[in-house]
């Protein structure tokens, strides 16, 4: 009997032993489930392209030699992030780089800093700070052309990439493979267009005029991007320009009726809702000419209007006011910009939406990348994001 009952024991024992490994295998699968994902969700977009002007040149504009605003490659800028400046026109990344990183890429390399032998199959970008949507032939014919930053257009942005294509895929099968799996990003682009008249003097009707032609111009790129072999391209909107604090200093009213609840000017708002509304009506128009592809309207006005009706909500405190300049109510000194000598840059960028009085800081880019990736302003959305925008 006594060994009988000393089988039992050890039989019971061994099983109760097995019974807790599977316990404690159990228990550490199901708690890290939700904190490590150990097979990643396959990456939509294996490459991402980027055309556009400084709210996505991430060193074009310094690797084409262009002294028109050299500032841009020193500190201040790129303080946030990279601890050193990059050609970026913020203290830290951009929408573009946080698109790029939530999709497992890595930061897009300049065109023009492109070595031999770079591997360029993840994406390229080729956005030029001061670019304009209208070849640099359309402000030299209206006596504005010595505002330009630079030339390099949209239209000069585009052959960039087409001379580049031979290296990415040759035959159009290989191409469409390819492009099939690429994300196109075609802006923001136009800012500059109204930008560079409206420093020159123009008021809101004068800008209204200019609406179709850069309207078209942006539509043209894209649709020449379609025929190129793109499937899914992005094509942004304009910002609330009437909230810089360059426009705000520019276009400061003694009348209180110019500026909506935010402190924000009514005229070039309602300048940006307008070309944003004509914009995406002729998206819709460019979807109905090519069904097979799935162009994307990102709605950066909206996404940013969130931190300017609630700045506290999104961290930020000096919602109006430039975090780098020369002084004045809104911190912005056309004597003294950013970088240059008698302006001072704020302690803490991450408490404000402006940089510089004409570029957004690290920060607010975050936002609306979130606003772009995770929804609700993409439309159609974007392919969800293996990766989270932290």
């Known amino acids: 009997m006594y060994i009988v009952w000393l089988l039992h024991s050890y039989l019971y024992a061994n099983n109760m032993m097995k019974f807790y490994i599977l316990l404690i295998i159990g228990y550490f699968s199901c708690c890290f489930h939700d904190k490590v994902v150990s097979v990643p969700s396959p990456i939509p977009y294996k490459s991402v392209f980027n055309f556009g ?26 303080v946030t992030f990279f601890r050193k400046a990059t050609g970026r026109c913020s203290d830290g990344r951009l929408i573009i780089d946080f698109i ?30 001061g670019a304009t949507a209208l070849d640099a032939d359309f402000f030299i014919q209206r006596g504005i052309g010595k505002a330009l930053w630079t030339r390099d257009s949209l239209n000069v942005q585009l052959g ?12 159009k099968q290989d191409c469409d493979n390819y492009f099939k799996n690429s994300l196109f990003m075609v802006g923001e682009i136009g800012g500059n267009d109204y930008n560079y008249a409206a420093v020159f003097g123009g008021n809101v009707s004068q800008l209204l005029n200019n609406v179709p032609v850069v309207v078209e111009a942006i539509t043209n790129a894209t649709r020449a991007l379609i025929e190129e072999g793109a499937v899914e391209l992005v094509v942004p909107g304009n910002l609330p320009v009437g909230c810089s604090a360059v426009y705000l200093t520019l276009f400061r009213s003694p009348n209180k009726g110019d500026y909506d609840e935010n402190g924000c000017l009514n005229a070039f708002n309602g300048f940006a809702m307008y070309h944003n509304e004509q914009l995406q009506l002729a998206l819709r128009n460019l979807r109905h000419k090519y069904p097979q592809a799935r162009i994307i309207y990102a709605d950066y006005y909206g996404a940013a209007q969130r931190f300017y009706r609630a700045p506290g909500h999104y961290g930020f405190r000096r919602t109006l006011r430039a975090c ?14 950013c970088g240059h000598i008698g302006s001072n840059a704020c302690p803490d ?20 990348a979130r606003g772009l990736v995770n929804g609700p302003f993409s439309r159609p959305p974007l392919k969800s994001s293996p990766f989270i925008i932290p």
């Open 53 to 78: 002007d400084s709210l996505s040149d991430t060193g074009n504009f310094l690797a084409s030699g262009a002294i028109q605003f050299p500032v841009i490659g020193k500190l201040p800028y790129g």
């Open 100 to 129: 790029a990183e939530a999709y497992g890429l890595p930061l897009l390399p300049p065109y023009l800093n492109l070595s031999n032998g770079q591997n360029i199959k993840q994406g390229v970008n080729f956005a030029v700070a």
């Open 160 to 171: 960039w990439f087409r001379k580049l294509k031979p290296s990415l895929c040759t035959t």
């Open 324 to 337: 780098c300049g020369g002084g004045g109510p809104f911190n912005f000194n056309n004597s003294a910009r």
């Open 349 to 368: 960028p991450s408490k404000y939406p402006n940089w510089d009085g004409i570029h957004l800081t690290e920060a607010s880019y975050r936002h609306i």
